[in-house]
């Protein structure tokens, strides 16, 4: 009786938070893996590449919601033409950063300590993400429009986001605004597509290589279900909040994913 109630608490935890990631997510434009990754390493409830995985199809289920309900509706805001080499450079990245990933997991003679460092290098970048944010109105921006350099950019930025196992967060809507000038509405649906094809690629790879992490499927059933529903909660947020309110969620949605990370990080680090 007591091992039901148990796996029962579990599965709200895991639906509360895909849930309301996948919500701030959408709203904001960081695909909520960025706020969902951490907070279910801190919370302890699987392994760090269980997590990953989880988190990757979670965020890929709601982001591919959010994109075709956005084509469907005619309300995309997506530049197809930087942002399709940009979102194929960053699926090759997302594969080579999970590869990195696992090799280091395998190496590794403490595999629980390298989710530990992953939260330390997403502390940093989610630090320095903030601070760009909080500075971006006295910040040069540019205008990239080739391929191939928009390839580049892409490729960097899903090595980053595939070895971190978030799915792109805020890193994108910087890289959006920095290289390619996009007020933080557009960056948003952008940043969406790009996390779309990227992650499908990560997971993708996953299942050709055999090498999935234990996880019961109900968990997977639940976390993509909470996930949709957060992609559709968010569609209705977004067109109800000015560009000021969603700069201003996002900024405080990016010091809160800083604590959690450094709570996260000292805690695994830490520990013997």
């Known amino acids: 009786m007591r091992r039901t109630a148990g796996k029962e608490k579990m599965e709200l935890v895991l639906f509360l938070v895909s849930f309301l990631s996948s919500t701030i997510g959408t709203v904001c434009g960081i695909g ?56 194929l450079g960053a699926a090759l990245g997302g594969i ?32 320095l993400t903030l601070l760009y944010t909080l500075l971006q109105d006295t910040i040069k921006t540019h205008t990239l429009k080739s391929p191939l350099p928009c390839g580049v950019v892409g490729l960097c930025l899903g090595t980053l986001s595939g070895f971190l196992g978030i799915g792109g967060g805020p890193v994108n809507l910087v890289v959006l605004h ?12 952008n940043s969406l597509y790009i996390i779309l094809v990227s992650q499908a690629a990560s997971i993708l790879t996953t299942l050709l290589s055999q090498r999935l992490p234990a996880f ?36 405080w ?3 809160l994913i800083f604590c959690i990370c450094c709570y996260h990080a000292g805690v695994v680090l830490v520990s013997k």
């Open 32 to 87: 909520g893996g960025i706020v969902m990754k951490p907070l279910l390493d801190t919370l302890h409830l699987a392994s760090a590449a269980t997590i990953s995985f989880l988190s990757g199809c979670t965020v890929f289920s709601m982001s591919c919601y959010s994109v075709c309900k956005a084509l469907q509706k005619r309300e995309s805001l997506i530049a197809l033409k930087t942002g399709t080499p940009l979102s």
């Open 96 to 127: 080579t950063g999970s590869r990195l990933f696992g090799l280091a997991a395998d190496i590794s003679k403490q595999p629980e300590k390298v989710g530990g460092i992953q939260a330390v290098c997403l502390a940093v970048i989610t630090l």
């Open 178 to 189: 920095f290289f390619f000038s996009m007020p933080a509405k557009i960056a948003a649906q």
């Open 216 to 251: 019961r499927l109900i968990w997977l059933g639940i976390m993509v279900g909470g996930g949709i529903l957060g992609g559709k909660a968010g569609r209705i947020l977004n067109r109800r909040l000015s560009e000021k309110q969603t700069k201003i969620m996002l900024e």
């Open 253 to 255: 949605m990016i010091f």
